[in-house]
């Protein structure tokens, strides 16, 4: 049974791809993760803030892992000990810092670079088209500059968002990762003080990333990622059928280990097997019908009908 799959212009050998994420911190946690069976690698992202003290704020001192020199050693390590591609992550600040680590990045030896877009409106005057020319730039920047394929993971908090994936894909970017994940922060009414923890995903979430995959996938030609809410073979699977090229897991890792991996890949070929598929490119052409039916279910008319229909689904 063949499972392989094209992300980014990479040859996988299953949609199987571990986010963005600690996991990447140790050789061996990574070598652990090859073992259960993961196609490719997405490194912890790389902050501008982490080694530059001028950009963060005077009361927050950031921690960093790993400074771009040692980033940029882990990248050649990683790459000499696994057969799997490595895809670096970057989320810079300034325009020159864009174009300089990426530049490292792909100069030890990064298959592809993921270009992590976690930034907000600056002030008051910043319109839409204001911050999102923003994210225009950063990557006809990064292409310039870079050969190998470039990702952008993106936030779900973009007004239009197929206008804006074509928008990037004219400014140069190889595929679209989403969606980001921001931290939201509590509030603790008790003792007056805001909450900021970093939440693992659920399944739930998952929803929101099949409706704009099923949407971007008959309307562009960029290569498309999932990231969030991604824990069994069946959310894997729905992925798929909703136009992913590739599913990104973390959560389900730190929850369960890396065996949660092989377990995934395990369900897919069975689910393949069931429906008489011998290859994944097979299966995912066959459901183009499904992907179809799947954004329909998402328009207007089928919004009003479940919602005039609610209480006498339930009776």
Known sequence: MNLSTKYL????????????????????????????????????????????????????????????????????????????????????????????????MQDAGADAI????????RTDNDSSSVVEQRAFQIVRLVRQFVTIPVAVKLSP??????????????????????????????????????????????????????????????RTHLSLAASGGIHDSDDAIKTLVAGADAAQVVSAVLLKGPDQIKNMLEGIGRWMEKNGFADLSEAKAKVNVLRQNAEKAAGRENYIRIVHNWGRDRS
Request: glycine residues 4%; without cysteine; charged residues 25%.
């Open 157 to 218: 908090q973009v007004t239009s968002l197929l206008q804006f994936a074509h928008r990037l894909e004219e400014a140069g970017a190889s595929g679209l990762v989403i969606f980001n994940r921001f931290i939201q922060p509590d509030i603790d009414i008790v003792n007056f003080r805001t909450i900021s923890r970093l939440d693992l995903s659920d399944s739930r979430e998952l929803l929101l990333r099949l409706h704009w995959l099923a949407a971007l996938n008959s």
């Open 9 to 104: 212009g990479l040859e996988l050998k299953n949609p199987i791809v571990v986010g963005a994420s600690p996991l990447s911190f140790s050789l061996e946690s990574a070598q652990r993760l090859e073992e259960a069976g993961a196609a490719a690698i997405v490194m912890h992202s790389l902050f501008e803030e982490q080694f530059d003290e001028k950009l963060a704020s005077p009361e927050d001192k950031i921690p960093y892992h790993f400074s771009p020199e040692q980033y940029v050693q882990h990248i050649r390590l990683l790459k000499k000990e696994l057969k799997i591609p490595v895809i670096a992550s970057l989320n810079s600040v300034r325009e020159g810092a864009w174009v300089r680590y990426a530049r490292y």
């Open 114 to 121: 993921e270009i992590n877009l976690y930034f907000l409106p």
